[in-house]
C-alpha cells in the first residue's frame, strides 16, 4: 500500500483556492451589501466606490452596473451612465428607472434629426407604463418640428385611450401647443391639468416654466413653491425654486433652499454649481471653489459645471485659466453657443478683441437670434470701425426682441456714437415709450438732446432720469452743467451742495461744483473745491488737471510756482506739490523739469497713478521715449484699470508705436468712459485713421476740432478732417498730382495712400493702384479696410493669388467682418473651394442682408452645393436689390432662367433649347444652363451626352448633388454601370435621402450586389410611390429571400409577375416563387 503523504501538497492548494473562492464571494457580499446601504440613503459617492469593487471582483454583475449607472445619472454624467444603464436594461427590463433615465439622456435638442433610437426607447417604456413621467413630458420636449409634433399628439390620443386622461398628457399637449405659438391653448390645458390634480408637482412646475415664460413672473411664485413643498430636496422643483428666488432678486432665500439641497441631496451637481454662480456674484470666491470642487468632484466633466468655473476665473481675473476651462467645453460640445460666448467674454478680458469676434460670431451661427451676442458683436464692431454692420445687428435684434431694454439702449448708444443724431433721437424717444421707468434711456435721450442743442427737452429728459434713479449723479452733472449755461448759478449750486451734503466724499461732485464756480469768475472759490477735491482722493487725475488749467487760465503760474517752492523748501517730499510742479512745468513747455517733479513723486511713492501716467506721457510724447513711457504707463494701468485718462495714455503710446489695433482699443474704452473730453476724441480719431476707419474717425475728429478750448493736436485733427471729407469719386490730373504731393510730405500718412490707389483705379491704372494700396499696407498691415481695398484692386489687376493670400490674412485679423468673409468667399470660390466659400457667403449675407453684391455670390455658391431652392431665392433678391446694376441684373436673368428651366421638368421642352445655348455661348462653363442642357438630353434619349455633361459639371462643382442623382439613375439603366451607379447614389442620398425615384435606382443596384438588408431599405422606400415598377418588386423579392424573409419575398415576386408578366426577369421570379416552401 502506497502513503497517502505524496496527495497532500494537492488537497493543500485544493483546499487554498476553495477558502480564497470563499473569501472572494465573502468579500464581494461585504462590498455589495455595504454599496445597497450607501443607495438607499443617497450617499452616492460611497456607494459609487463599493460598487467599483464589486465590479473588480465580478466583472458580471449587473446590479452593480444597474445602480452604477442610475448615480452617473443622478450625479448629472449621462454620457457615462448611458452605456452602463443600456448593459444593464437586458438583465433588469422591467426596471422603469433604468428606462426613464434612458429616455432622459436620449431626449434630442432641436438640432438632432436621427430620433430612430429616442423614439424606440420611449415606446418601450410607454408600453410598460403609458404614465410614466419621463417618456411622456420627453414626447413632447424633443417636438421640435410639425411633423415631429404631429407624432406626438398621436402618441398622445393613443395613451389616452389606453390610460385615460391623465393630468400627465394635459401638461405634455400644452407644451405642444406653446411650440406651435398658441399661448391661450397652453395655459387652458395647464389650468386643466391642475384642476384634474392640484397636487401633481409636474403641473405646478410646468404652470410656473409658462407664466415666467409669459413674463408673469409674479404670478409663478405659488406655483413653484408648491412644486417644491411637494417634492424631495434631491428633485428638480427644488432647483427651479431656488432659480426663481434668484430671477426675483430674492438672493438670500435662495441662498437658503441651496445650502438645504447641498446638505440633503449631495449629489445634486447642478445645485452644487448654482451655489457657486450665486457665490460668483457675492464675490465669495472661496466658498464658490469649494462647491464647484464638490460638483466637478462628482462630475468631472460636467459641461455646466466646467463653464462656471471659466466665470469663476474671469471674477478672479485669470482669464488665461478661463479660457483653458472654455476650451475643454468647447471641445466636448462644439455646438453650444453658451461655451462660445463665455469664451468670447475671456477673450475680451484677455485684451484678444478679433478672437473674441470670432467666438461670438460661432456663437450667432448655432443661434442667429442669441441676444447677448449680439449685442456684445455689436459692441465690438463699432470699435473697430464697423459700425453699419453693428446698426445693422442692433435693429434686427430690437425687431426680434422689441420687449428687450438692453438691445433698444445699445441701438441708441450706438446712433449717438455714430454721431447719427437724428436717428439717435428717434430710437431714443421710441424706447423711452416702450420702457417709460428705464433711467438709462432718459439718461441717454437727454445726452441726444443736449447734443442737438435742445437744453430744455434735456433737461426735462435728465430730470426723468432722476426721478426713476435718484442716485444718479451722471444726469446730476448734466443738470447743474444745464444751469450754469442758462446762468442760474445758484440753483446749479444748490443742487451740487445737495449731493455733497448727502456724501461728502463723492469728488464727482466737487469737481462739479468747482466748474460752477469757474463758471462764475470765482476762482478762488473754484480752487478751495478743487483742494478739497484732493483732500478726499490725493491721485485724482481730473482734479490735478483742473486745478492746473485753474491756474494757467487765471494766469497765476508764476505764483503757483513760487508758492510750491515755499511749500517744497518746508517739505521738499510733499506729493501733491511735486505733482502740481510736474503739471505746470509741462504746461510752459519745461519738460525736463515736468520730468524730475514726476520722478520725485515715484521715489516716495512708486504706485502714484497720476505721476506714473504723466510721466509715461512726457516720455513717449516729448522725450521720444516709447519703450520707457509704455513700462509707466502699464504700470499706471495696472494700479487703476478703470481710469480712462490711463487708457488714453497707454492707447497713444501704442499709437506712436505703431500698434494701432491695441491703441484703438484701449482709446474706444478711453472715450466710452470720458466722452467729452477733446484730447481722447482726438487720439481717438487718429486710431481710427491709422486703422482706416473713416467714419468714425471723421467722428471722433470732428469732436475734437469743434472743441471750444484749444489743445495740443487740434489743428492736426482739422487737417485730417479735411483728407477725410475728400469725394474719392472726384478724381482728375490736378487731384491725382495733389495726392502725389501729400505722399511726398507725409510718405506714412495711410488716408493718402488709399486715397492715392483710389484715384488710380479709378482712372483705371492698376498697377500704380496696386503700389500704392501696398504701401500703404506697409504701415498698418492690420488694416481691414485696407486689406479689403487691396483685395479688390488686386483680383481687377488679375492676381487672384495675391488677393487669396491678403484675403486669408484678413480673415485672421478679422474673423467676424462680413465684408471680409464676402471677398474671401467669392475668392475661394474662383478657385474651386466650394464648400468653403458656401460657408463664408452665407455668414456674411446673415451680417450684412439685402446686399445684392453678396446675394449674387451666395446664389453661386448654393447652385455649387446644390442647393438649387435656395440658389433661385438668393438671385431673385440679388436681381431686385437696390441700388440697381445692369450687368448683375443680366446675370441674374440669364441665371434664374436656365435655373428654372432645370427645376421645372415641363418647361424643358423644345422651346427651352434656345435658352440654355445662348446661356452657354455666353459662358460655356454656366452651371445652370449645363446642367438644363444635361436634363434636356436625358429627356430626349440621349444618355451618353447626359452623362458627359453631368461629369463636366461635377468636375467645376463636385459638390453638385442633383447631378450626383442624375448619374446615379442614368448608370443605373440598362446597360446599367452598377459601380459608378452605386459611387453616385450612396453620394447623392446624403442630400436626398427621401427621394423616391433615387430610392429606386439606387435600391435595384444594391440589391444586384448582394446587399440584402439595404436593398430592402431603399426599394421599401420607394415602393409606394413607385407602384407599377415590377423591376422594383423583383430585386425587393430577391433581397428579401436574401434575408430569409419568405412571405415578403413571395408577396415582391408575385407582384412584379402581376406588373409585367413577360419581363426579362419573368423566369427567374417564376423559379424562385416555385421554389418556396408552400404557404
Known sequence: MKSPLPLLPFALLALAATLAGCSDRQRLERHLNAADQHFQKREFERAKLEYMNVVRLDRTNALAYLRLGKILFEQAQPQQAYPLLAWARRSFPEDLEVRSHLVAILTPPPQITNRTRFLSEVQDLLALSPTNETAVLALAQAAWSPPDIAHAEQTLADLRTRAGNHPLFAVAQAELERRRGDAEASEALLRQALQSDPQSPVAQLAYGNFLVLNRRGAEAEPHFRTAKDLTPPYAPAWERWARYLLAAGRTEEARSVLAEINAKAPERVHALILSAQVAIGDRRFEDAERALARALGQSPVDLTGLRVLAQLRLAQQRPDQAIRELEKVVAAAPNSEQAHYQMALAHLANRDPQRAAAALERALQIRPNFTAATLLLADLDISRGNSQAALTALRDSVRRNPDYEPAHLQLVRALRSANRLDDAETAARAARDRFPQNPRLALEHGLILRAQAKPEPARQAFEQALRLNPDDLA???????????????????????????????????????????????????AESTLRRALQIDPDNELAFMSLARLYIQTGR??????????????DPNHIQALTMKGMLATERGDFPAARDAYQRVLDQRPNSVVALNNSAFLLAEHFN???????????????????PLIADTLGWIEYRRGRYPDALRLLTEAAARAPDLPEIQYHLGMAHYMMGQEEPARVALRKAADAPAPFPGQEIARQHLALLDWDPARVDASTIAALIQRRQEAPRDLLTLSRLASAYQTVGDLPKAAEAVQAALAVNPQSVPLLTQAIRILSRHNDPAAALELARRARGIAPADPEVAHLLGRLEFLQGDQPRAFALLQESANRLPGRPDILHDLAWANFSQGRLDDAARSMQSAAAASPPDPARQASATTFLAVLNLARNPDALTQAADPQIQQALQQDAAHGPALFAQALRAAQQGRFDE???THERLLRRFPAFSPSMREMAILHAQPPSDDAKAFEWGVRAREAFPRDDTLAAALGKVVARRGDHRYAVQLLSQAAPTHPQDAELFYHLGLAHLGLRDTPQARAALERALTLSPSAPFANDARQRLAALPPQ
Do not use: C
Open 475 to 525: 444726469s446730476v452733472e448734466q443738470l447743474v452743467q444745464l444751469d450754469a449755461l442758462a446762468g442760474d448759478f445758484p440753483r446749479a449750486l444748490a443742487r451740487v451742495q445737495e449731493r455733497i451734503d448727502l456724501n461728502p466724499n463723492q469728488v464727482l461732485m466737487w469737481l462739479v461744483k468747482a466748474e460752477v464756480h469757474l463758471a462764475q469768475g470765482q476762482a478762488p472759490l
Open 557 to 570: 503760474q508764476p505764483e503757483a510756482a513760487s508758492e510750491l517752492e515755499q511749500l517744497l523748501r518746508r
Open 625 to 643: 521715449d516709447l519703450e520707457g513711457g509704455y513700462q509707466l504707463a502699464l504700470r499706471a494701468r495696472d494700479l487703476a484699470r478703470e481710469d
Open 946 to 948: 447626359a452623362r458627359t
